[in-house]
């Protein structure tokens, strides 16, 4: 285990699908954890989903896996999503893969860690670790919000396919 007085953030690029990505799942006093092994996770009561939640609809929600290394919602059913997806990252246009469902702007987001939705009378808070959550590197901005933050080296090449470069920078700044 890494001393914490010692650790000092880097980039939150990891190796793909790094850093336990997780959901913590609880409705009253029911409480467990869903682990994200599979690129895509079915949420819902239908038989066959890969998290089935008692009282929601057969399919309420996907998670996908995409080929950035980040894990998207799409909520398909009634619910509350943790962020404005007008303003937040939504995964619109980050070649979620096949079978993700068709996510528009207002039912779409991309997780970090700590994003919280629900389906039905379900809360899930989604978690990764913070070297891998491709989130604000080297443990956020110092200044606050209107404070640059030093860039972190563009994201890996996940697909194997020699990936877009753009000067070997990616900047979260904005």
């Known amino acids: 285990m890494t001393d914490p007085q010692s650790y000092q953030p880097t980039t ?10 997780h959901l913590r799942v609880s409705r009253g006093d029911e409480r467990f954890v869903h682990h994200l092994v599979t690129d895509e ?7 066959g989903n890969e998290l089935r939640l008692a009282g ?12 950035r290394d980040e894990y998207v919602l799409t909520l398909h059913g009634t619910g509350e999503m943790n962020a404005n997806p007008r303003t937040a990252e939504t995964g619109v246009g980050s070649d979620v893969g096949a079978g993700s469902g068709s996510g528009t702007d207002e039912n779409t987001e991309i997780l970090r860690t700590g994003a919280r939705f629900t389906a039905g009378g379900w809360t899930l808070v989604f978690g990764r670790e ?9 443990g956020g901005r110092e200044g606050g919000e209107f404070d640059d933050q030093p860039p972190q080296p563009v994201r890996p090449d996940y697909t194997g396919e020699g990936g877009d470069s753009d000067g070997g920078l990616e900047v979260k700044d904005g």
């Not at 939150?12 to 990505?21: I, N």
């Not at 996770?41 to 038989?47: D, K, M, Q």
């Open 130 to 138: 913070e070297f891998a959550d491709h989130g604000r590197p080297f």
């Open 56 to 67: 929601t609809d057969p399919l309420h929600a996907t998670i996908t896996h995409d080929n």
């Open 12 to 21: 939150t690029h990891a190796e793909w699908g790094a850093g336990d990505p």
């Open 41 to 47: 996770v079915r949420i819902g009561s239908a038989e």
